[in-house]
């Protein structure tokens, strides 16, 4: 009885495809995608031949045609007599500046409200559940129009501030705010090296080095409360290292000021930010900020209440139990839902035209479609590149996650 | 296997996707309802009235084709379109044909593959500023924030015009002309450009229409007309005659009121065949023969329809000028009906 036979030999008959448990899903799954590749080629072929019959083809030429319009609001040179391809390029860096500035922005709002929320003050509790509760069920198109309407009918108008005895006047002489947008002073160099971009290059190296040195910093002083268990004051280094090279470098480069000034129709000269730039961002972060608060509540209230009562019981106090006990364990659940409200934002960004705001959608998606009438392929490059933006946000914010995430050793 | 699986989905979908070039005179019979895409609103050319009901020069275009086509000039479905939709909505064959106060031009007739059938109004790109800023002529908007309707040739205008003068301004985008409104009366530019007939439109709905100037410079040829789909002729020859049977019915003195007796029969061979009492023009167009009676009866002839929505004696007050018949030194001019 010790000799082992072979198993016998399975042959393999079709009707195993359905009664064999082995094969079935298979069967079942081959079948699906069979079904679904044969749906998008039909889909897929039947807009060929439609756009074969309507005499229309897919042509990507007119991206390299001067576009023929302007757009007011240009991170880079453009002018009319630019391409498709560089207004869409205009397009995608105002996209990209208000989701940037949004999604900064909208956390902020969103963790202190979150954390408001959770007070233990009655009024400011109840304020900021009113805040959540009524931004948060308002459609946000809405909202974008309702700040722009307000921006435009409270603030004066450029035609307020002229004449003897103006309505309006600039505040402090240096910041003028009007239903268009904001004038700030800006600051330039008057020394001939730093004039172009490079005074700019110098500020940004400081700023680099003053990190890097703050960081030092903060190493020795850990090191040195390691070995002798007192934590040495630093804060006169820190201020220093920020400081006094910005100074030095400001005097030397020769930091002055331009003044926004009416001229005209408008004020020129200074930063100028626009209303529509100026609404859409507030309201799409106003709004997004809204559902972070929530994110933000809901992870401090996955954190069981035991860990607040022991960092209690050590003697931390109720400021620094949030920051170094709830938060740091909150932010893994607080991220993933963070990372749709991130894209959220981003998608929403293409409610700008509502304000004039000339996004990718206004331009490419907007204009650009309509004077050369290629709908498909517009549309088709928007979908790109609204994917590609929004997996690479959500790419990083994983790898964020990934360096918050528990830890399991 | 995959592969031969999808060439077969392919030629299943080749086969079942070569749908019938439209016939869209067979499918507006058969639907009994006329589509005719229009503006979101512009006073006098195409507005819905207190009672909802729509209104307007180019709305009466709709109502002539939809008389001669269906005989009944109530038997319209208005869509309303922005200047981003309506190539869309016309190409996908959403609406049957387009009144939209849309400029004839190269790269529509011929790249979006359109068919201009005519023009109902001769225009121009203007300028409207506040009378307060006493600006008296367009070359004087060096930095001007400049509020323009976004999908329009106006926006291409306005970059050569600025271009060719050499001075800069700022543009703001605005999808509708009901937004643009209070953007310019709030202030928050200082000139409002579109057609100049758009303008007066736009000046005839504010509170103070007098405080605000309508610049002299015309700075572009905007003849505006209907438009069907390229491809279906026969559908294409109908609407163009409809427009040019109420053109021509005003240079022949052929009114809503007199159409009647006129119809009878008349000393004119030119009217008789107009009216379809000589001749066969009707059954040509695949229609009646007295289609073109019913489209000039639904509201009027050309003049009827012009002073009855847009003409001096309206809030709107367009004068004639190049859109008067070519007897009176205007641009109207329709082929003969023979």
């Known amino acids: ?409 | 296997m995959k592969k031969t699986v999808i060439l077969g989905a392919l030629t299943v979908a080749g086969l079942t996707a070569t749908a019938a070039a439209a016939a869209t005179l067979d499918d507006v019979k058969a639907r009994g309802k006329l589509n005719c895409g229009v503006t979101t609103g512009l006073v006098g050319f195409a507005a819905p009235d207190a009672n909802g009901e729509w209104d307007g020069f180019d709305v009466g275009v709709c109502r002539a084709v939809a008389a001669a086509v269906l005989g009944d000039a109530s038997a319209v479905e208005f869509v309303p379109t922005t200047g981003k939709t309506r190539f869309t909505a016309l190409a996908s064959g959403e609406i049957d044909m387009l009144a939209r106060n849309t400029t004839w031009t190269f790269s529509r007739d011929v790249d979006l593959k359109f068919e201009f059938v005519g023009i109902n109004y001769y225009d121009g790109q203007g300028f409207m500023v506040p009378k307060e800023l006493g600006v008296s002529s367009a070359k004087e908007l060096d930095g001007a924030t400049v509020c323009i309707q976004t999908g329009t040739t106006t926006e291409l205008n306005l970059a050569d015009f600025f271009r060719a003068n050499n001075i800069s301004y700022e543009p703001v985008p605005i999808e509708t002309n009901a937004e643009a409104q209070p953007l310019y009366l709030e202030g928050a530019c200082d000139v409002y450009t579109t057609d100049a007939s758009g303008l007066a439109a736009t000046r005839a709905a504010f509170e103070d229409p007098s405080a605000h100037v309508v610049l002299p410079e015309i700075i572009s040829k905007e003849p505006l007309g209907p438009l069907v789909r390229h491809g279906d002729h026969e559908w294409g020859d109908i609407v163009r005659w409809t427009l040019n049977a109420l053109i021509a019915a005003e240079e022949l003195g052929v009114t809503a009121a007199n159409i009647g007796e006129m119809s009878g029969g008349t000393d004119n061979p030119e009217i008789n065949r107009l009216l379809g009492s000589e001749g066969n023009l009707g059954e040509m167009l695949g229609l009646d023969a007295d289609w073109a009676m019913k489209a000039i009866s639904a509201g009027g002839n050309y003049a009827e329809l012009f002073e009855a929505n847009i003409g001096e004696s309206t809030a709107i007050g367009l004068s004639r000028g190049l859109n008067a018949q070519w007897t009176d030194g205007g641009l109207l001019y329709s082929p003969p009906f023979r």
């Open chain 1, 1 to 409: 009885m010790s000799t082992l036979s072979d198993p016998p030999v399975e042959s393999f008959r079709p009707s195993q495809l359905i009664n064999d448990t082995r094969y079935r899903s298979y069967t079942f799954q081959v079948i699906a995608l069979i079904c679904l590749v044969g749906l998008f080629g039909y889909l897929l072929s039947n807009l060929f031949q439609n756009l074969a019959d309507a005499g229309l083809n897919i042509s990507y030429e007119f991206l390299a045609e001067p576009a023929g319009y302007d757009i007011n609001q240009r991170l880079i040179e453009y002018q009319s007599q630019s391409t498709h391809l560089r207004a869409s390029i205009v397009g995608v860096l105002n996209t990209l500046l208000v989701a940037v500035v949004g999604c900064v922005l909208a956390t902020i709002i969103g963790v202190v409200v979150g954390v408001l929320r959770l007070s233990k003050n009655w009024l400011i509790s109840k304020v900021m559940s009113i805040y959540v509760e009524i931004f948060r069920n308002v459609p946000v198109l809405i909202w974008i129009l309702i700040v722009m309407a307000v921006f435009v009918a409270v603030l004066p108008q450029p035609r307020d501030f002229r004449g003897e005895n103006a309505e309006a006047s600039m505040f402090l002489d240096l910041f003028a705010f009007t239903g268009r947008g904001f004038n700030l002073p800006m600051p330039y160099f008057t020394a001939e090296w730093a004039s172009g971009g490079t005074g700019w290059l110098v500020v940004i190296a400081l700023i680099v080095a003053a990190i890097f040195g703050t960081r030092m910093i903060g190493t020795r002083a850990t090191a040195q409360q390691e070995a002798t268990g007192v934590r040495p004051k630093t804060w006169q280094f820190t201020l220093g290292i920020w400081v006094v090279p910005m100074l030095i470098a400001f005097v030397v480069m020769g930091l002055a000021w331009e003044i926004p000034e009416l001229k005209g129709f408008n004020f020129k000269g200074g930063i100028f930010a626009r209303n529509s730039f100026i609404a859409l961002t507030l309201a799409l972060s106003i709004y997004t900020a809204a559902f972070i608060a929530e994110n933000v509540r809901a992870g401090i209230l996955a954190i069981s209440k035991g860990q607040t009562e022991a960092a209690a019981s050590l003697g931390l106090r109720p400021r620094r139990i949030m920051n170094l006990v709830i938060l740091p364990q909150a932010l893994r659940v607080i991220i993933p839902p963070l990372i749709s409200q991130y894209l959220n934002l981003t998608k929403n960004s293409s409610l700008a035209i509502a304000v004039g705001y000339m996004d990718l959608t206004g331009t490419l998606g907007g204009i650009t479609l309509n004077q050369t009438g290629r709908a498909i392929e517009c549309v088709l490059l928007l979908m790109l590149f609204y994917l590609t933006i929004s997996l690479a946000i959500s790419g990083i914010m994983n790898v964020y996650n990934n360096s918050v995430k528990l830890k399991e050793r």
